[in-house]
Each structure stands twice: as structure tokens, then as C-alpha cells.
């Protein structure tokens, strides 16, 4: 009797189900992996691969009891009634740990993007603020300049994708190993440089490094007059695009566009007035005074105009002046009309239009950017914003990815995330917007009432009620700012007042909150 429970285990193990589920698990699992793998280089859907997970997993057991019954009957005998039930329970406990191991995470703060970096097939660069080798306070913003400029050229190129200026910024007066800095920033290549004036002359250092190996691959100095500053920037890009193999970006280098002065002094203060503005997003007093004095110094500087225009169009919707809106919108357009190919004078054109509430007239100039500048961070999420604006927020989700993943840990990705956020809520992705709004809030850290208003909405939907509540009271405690001011806000920049999913959404918070609708 002692040895019977051998008997059976020995007997289950020959057993021809044995042997089948066995099989399976091996090929099941071998193709999940390869799968996974596939399904990733080609940057399929999320749901591709939780779909074929399903069909392995659910298969298992199915195969199991089929193979089972098929022998039963051949047989036209019970067999032993133990290796079905113990090889069903196998298929189910395997299963369940399969689901586990690769089900997608419940909705929480996502981790930083330096964590989480997605790879493509293009290069990544990652152009570091050149190093202003004087001490003249101008210099500085020349050498700023310079590179904003180059990360622009590049932007422009399909051939390869450039990380945003507000990720590489941070490193503004550093010297950092430049292996971590491409693991921090998910970049293939760093590129870093100088610029030293040299009297009537001006002298600019590049070099291109291999960020996985620290290795040099391409390093030039310039030394020309000071009057030929700008044609250095072409000069710079040019070399970087052909080391790091980017044929596509010299073949199109003629139609690429950047809007140009002959101001030194102008292209300085438009430097400063990008920094303000990053520093300040309801429009800093003194970045519009640069922007002004530039477009003084300069009134066929289109960049100029462009971003005078921007932050007219924020300071007007911040007072709601309306006389202040129709110069932001004169001012865009001037910059549109002295250089309509200009990525960011296109950019600048339709987020002052949007921000002016014509999120119909903002789009065609929206639509031009990702053609002109397939890496431009910032503009692919003004155009993905205007897009959920106008009620279009599904083809939105693309570009607020990328341009996410092009803008690691910078001070305007929580913003982006905000956004993104806006834009799941928009066709009713609750889920997602939850975990894009955690996000923004975390990365806020000091609270923001509308974006408080919104993750409240979102978890009232998913039925967190006392999450909902906790988020109101939070938002109370930073601002008065109340619900119907966000609903406001909604129908003014918005085609379609928001869309369904936002109206029934801010009803319930307004239920919730015990004010009427």
C-alpha cells in the first residue's frame, strides 16, 4: 500500500497527456517570447500582444481536456480518472502565472522615463548646451542659441530623432560622463561643443560621441568671422547627420527651413525668451519684453514675431484681454507670412490660435509640423493637444508618445502628461487617463488645481469615490478655483465643448462636489 502514490505519479508522468501538456507549455511559452519581441520591433498595440497572450494561455487547458476526451474515447475505458485532474489543475495554475507575468500594471504613477526609455530604429542624439568659453553674459546666449539651433536642423530630419533642448538643459554647466547621460536620456549619441569669441572672430568645438562606449567619432573646429555665426550651425549639423550616418538629412539640408536674423543681439534675447517661457508657461513679463525688443531689432525675424505672439496669446487668456489676443494673433501670423516653413513659427502660429480659443483655425498650421520637423517635442504636442481639441484625440495618442519618450526628464514633461491625460479622457480611456494624470502629478509636486479636477473626474468614472473626494479636497486647499471654471475653460478652447465622455464626467464631479450643474 506504501508504494501506490508512486505508482500513480509514475503512471502520470508516462501518460501520454503528460507528455502533451509539456510540449505545449514549451511551445506555448517560446512564442509569447517571440511574439513579444516581434510585436515590439514592429510598434504594434499594447491589446496585439495581450490578445495573442489570451489565446496561448486559454488554450492550455483546452488542449488538455480535448486531448483527454479524444483518448477516452479511443480507449472505451475510464483510465485513470487522477492525470486529467491534475493535468487540468497544471494547465490553470500555469496559466494564471503566465496572465500575472505579463498582464499589463493597474493604473499608478508611471516611473520616470529615463526608466523606460523605447528604442527605435532610427538614431537618437542628444545635443548638449555648447559651453560659452567667455564671460560675457551675451556669449552665453549665443552659445544657447547655437544649440537650440542645432537641435532644430536635426529635429527636421526623419533620418534620425533628436531628444528635446528641455531634457539636454539640465546638464547646462556640467560635465557629465556621457554614458550616463545617453542612459539617462535613451540616446545613442551625445554630441557637446564650445564657442569661444575671439575678438571680430568666433571660434565653435563640436564632437560627436558614441554613448554606449564613450568613444569619439567625429570632432571639427570652426574659425570664422563673427559675421558668419549662423552659416556655422549648417555647417555643425551637416557634420553631425553624416557621423552619425544620417544620409537622408544631407540630401534634404537645402529645403530645410530655420528662421534667420542678422542680430546677434536678437537672436540672444529670443534665446532668453524660449528660457523665460520654459521657466513660466502662463507667460513670463520679461520673455515677452525680449521677444519684443528682438522683433524691435529685427522686424523680419520671423522666430521673433512667432514667439512674441505665444506670449501675448498666454497673457491674454491668464487677464482674458481681449485686445491682447488680437495682437498675439497678428503677431503669429506675421511670423507665418516672413517664414511659413518654419517648424516652430508654425507651431507658435497654432498654439497662439488655440490659446486664443480657434482650436478649428490652429489646425492646418498644427498639421504642418510633424512633416517639418518629424522630432520636434514640443510642436508634436501642441499638434497632438489641438488635435483633442477638435475632437480628434484617438490620432492624438502617437505624437503625445513620442513626444513624451523625446523629453525624458525635463520640467515640461509633467505638462505633457497632463496632456496626454486630456486626451484619453476625451474618448473615454478612464484607465489610461488615470495613469497619465498620477503622472503629472507627481511630476508637479506642488498641486494644480485644473489637473487635481481632472484626476478627481477620471476616478469618479472608474468608481473610486473617495479617491475622487480626496482630490477635490487636495485641489480646495491650492486655489479657488472652482469646477464650473474648468468647464468653462473646456468649451473656450474646445471644437466641440469637450465631447461626451467630458460633459458627463464634469456633471458627476459637479454632483460629487454638491454644487449644481
Partial sequence: MSDQPDVKIRGFRRHRLFRVATIYVLVGWLSIQAADIFLEAFETPAWMMRVF????????????????????????????TLVPVLSVAMALVISCGAYLYFAPDQPTARKPQSAQQVRVTNPVLAVL???????????????????????????????????????????????????????DLGADYVIEG????????????????????????WAEKYDRPLADFFEIEGEVSLG????????????????????????????????????????????????MTKARRAVELDPEYALAHAMLGRALALNSAYYNEPAIAKEAEAEARLAAKLDPDDPKVNAYLAFSLLTIGEPVKALPYAERVPTLSPSYA???????DILTHNGRSREALPYFEKAIRLTPNAPQLGWYHWLHGEAFIHHGNFTQAQASLLT????????????????????????????ARNSLERAATIEDRSIQDDIDMWEFFSSDGGGEYYKTMWADLQSLAGSRP
Avoid: C
Avoid at 564650445?194 to 567619432?217: C, F, K, M, W, Y
Avoid at 503629472?440 to 498641486?447: E, M, N, P, S, W
Avoid at 479636477?453 to 479617491?467: I, M, N, R, S
Fill in 129 to 183: 548646451p555648447f559651453a560659452n568659453m567667455s564671460s560675457i553674459e551675451i556669449n552665453e546666449h549665443l552659445a544657447d542659441g547655437l544649440t537650440e539651433d542645432i537641435i532644430t536642423l536635426l529635429a527636421q530630419s526623419p533620418g534620425v530623432e533628436v531628444i528635446a533642448r528641455h531634457s539636454t538643459f539640465k546638464y547646462k554647466g556640467e560635465s557629465p560622463d556621457i554614458r550616463d547621460v545617453g542612459r
Fill in 194 to 217: 564650445s564657442v569661444r569669441p575671439l575678438g571680430e572672430r568666433i571660434r565653435v568645438t563640436v564632437q560627436v560621441i558614441d554613448a554606449g562606449s564613450g568613444a569619439h567619432i
Fill in 440 to 467: 503629472a502629478d507627481r511630476l508637479f509636486q506642488t498641486g494644480q488645481p485644473t489637473l487635481l479636477h481632472l484626476l478627481a473626474g477620471t476616478q469618479l468614472q472608474l468608481g473610486l469615490t473617495q479617491d
Fill in 53 to 80: 497572450l489570451i489565446l496561448v494561455v486559454t488554450g492550455l487547458p483546452l488542449t488538455i481536456i480535448g486531448f483527454w476526451l479524444v483518448e477516452r474515447t479511443r480507449h472505451s475505458r475510464p483510465g485513470n
Fill in 378 to 384: 514640443e510642436g508634436l504636442v501642441y499638434y497632438a
Fill in 240 to 287: 553631425i547627420a553624416a557621423a552619425v550616418g544620417d544620409a537622408v538629412f544631407k540630401e534634404d539640408y537645402s529645403k530645410i527651413a530655420l528662421s534667420r536674423t542678422s542680430s546677434l543681439t536678437a537672436r540672444a534675447l529670443v534665446s532668453q525668451a524660449e528660457m523665460a517661457f520654459t521657466h513660466d508657461i502662463r507667460g513670463d513679463e520679461n520673455g
